[in-house]
């Protein structure tokens, strides 16, 4: 005769609960799909320092881009073509490759005008690049 007790037998958890598996896929998923973007659209832009500045640069021999919000781009107050811009850069930078060149965009301008002329130095060769700003105006609090 078989006893039979109020004991029940131990039993071995025979499938394993992902749930917590794959929410952390999906979190890894989302943070992936957030980055990658940022990551593979990044320009690599040298900042100049004064610390490793071997001697100062004469004004007089520095290039300005301005592009305003109307995409009109002027070379040193000419006003000039995209492709005229690149031609007369490359020039300039062949006669002498120590040539600073310094963007000034207007506040309103597209990102992407500005990028293009940050690759059209690129491309000529142009490392020595600034972008001129002026500092933000403080707010005016009433008392």
Do not use: C
């Not at 007089?60 to 850069?89: C, F, G, H, Q, Y």
């Not at 403080?138 to 008392?143: D, G, I, K, S, Y």
Request: aromatic share 2%; charged share 20%.
């Amino acid at each position: 005769m078989r006893r039979y007790s109020s004991r029940q037998n131990l039993q071995t958890l025979t499938e394993i609960n992902i749930t917590p598996l794959l929410d952390l896929a999906f979190v890894l998923l989302i943070i992936f799909m957030i980055t990658t973007p940022l990551i593979e659209n990044s320009i690599e832009l040298v900042v100049p320092t004064s610390s490793t500045a071997k001697k100062s640069v004469d004004p007089s021999e520095v290039l300005t881009i301005s592009i305003d919000k109307n995409d009109v781009m002027k070379l040193n107050a000419e006003i000039v073509t995209p492709t005229d811009l690149e031609a007369r850069l490359a020039t300039l930078h062949a006669a002498n490759p120590a040539t600073a060149v310094v963007v000034r965009p207007d506040r309103d301008l597209a990102v992407q005008k500005f990028v293009s002329v940050m690759d059209i130095l690129q491309r000529i060769g142009i490392t020595k690049v600034g972008v001129m700003t002026h500092p933000e105006q403080p707010v005016p609090t009433n008392p």
